[in-house]
């Protein structure tokens, strides 16, 4: 089952979706999926909506929403779209969720895909309610990663203020904040997950093109808790693989979180 709530953020409003399985316990986990670049929370090739309903129906609950400007959310893609407020995005879901009194005994997990394994991954590493995270092909390397993503010369637009659009092969349009916004705050993921150590699953593709693999294997080698890497033979959305993340999640899940039926 499913239901679509509305979230406020930034002074606005985020579309979310609910994933109940038809039985679940004071204790059930929650995974909270965070959507990429240009994403949504249905996904490329549906990889997100596929995701949640093998989630749910393995007996997890899942919640999926879109950042502002993206998907059915309130905002503008191009004014919308920068690091700092995805953020406080994710920040707003989680505490929907957490005052969701039927909630208050399940673990909560992040999960989050390309730019939003880094959202997932630099979310305060003092909320000490966040039980474990699940990265796919997460943005490790910002600044670089986007140089390549919208080239030399939409980078060299956006460092100097102006709007840039159509950038790797898609019809999006941005303003300078997004570059801005990465230069300033310098985002880290290492440095945050270095002071994690609750279970981690990374997952990326070995026919990625989009965002390089190194970034997962840096950060494979320097998490300190419990941790597991997978390579599968699949791109950047998992196209035509797209029940291998969910398989692969679900067989870690089923080893660190378990479905209790009582």
Not at 117 to 122: D, E, H, K, Q
Not at 185 to 198: C, E, I, R, S
Request: proline content about 6%; aromatic content about 10%.
């Amino acid at each position: 089952m499913k239901d679509h709530f509305w979230i406020p953020s930034r002074g606005k409003r985020l579309s979310a979706m609910l994933h109940m399985p038809d039985e679940v316990n004071k204790d059930t986990p929650i995974i909270v999926c965070c959507h990429g670049f240009t994403g949504d929370k249905i996904g490329a090739n549906q990889l997100t909506l596929n995701l949640a309903k093998e989630l749910e129906r393995s007996g997890y609950i899942v919640v999926r929403f879109d950042y502002l400007g993206s998907g059915d959310s309130d905002g503008d893609f191009p004014t919308d779209t920068i690091v700092t407020g995805w953020k406080e995005d994710l920040i707003n879901v989680l505490a929907w969720v957490r005052n969701q009194s039927r909630f208050s005994a399940s673990p909560l997990l992040l999960y989050g895909h390309s730019l939003g394994g880094l959202v997932a991954l630099t979310h305060s590493a003092t909320d000490q309610g966040i039980a474990a995270r699940i990265v796919f092909a997460p943005v490790i390397y910002p600044i670089p990663n986007f140089q390549h993503i919208l080239g030399a010369e939409l980078w060299a637009q956006s460092v100097a203020g102006q709007p840039i659009a159509n950038f790797f092969g898609k019809g999006f349009r941005l303003e300078g904040q997004f570059v801005k916004d990465l230069l300033e705050n310098n985002y880290d993921p290492l440095g945050n997950a270095v002071q994690l150590k609750t279970p981690l699953l990374v997952i990326h593709g070995l026919e990625d093109v989009a965002v390089p693999i190194q970034g997962s294997i840096d950060l494979y080698e320097k998490y300190a808790g419990p941790k597991l890497f997978l390579k599968p033979q699949i791109d950047h959305v998992a196209t035509g693989n797209y029940e291998v993340p969910p398989h692969l999640i679900l067989e870690w899940l089923a080893e660190k979180f378990p479905i209790v039926t009582k």
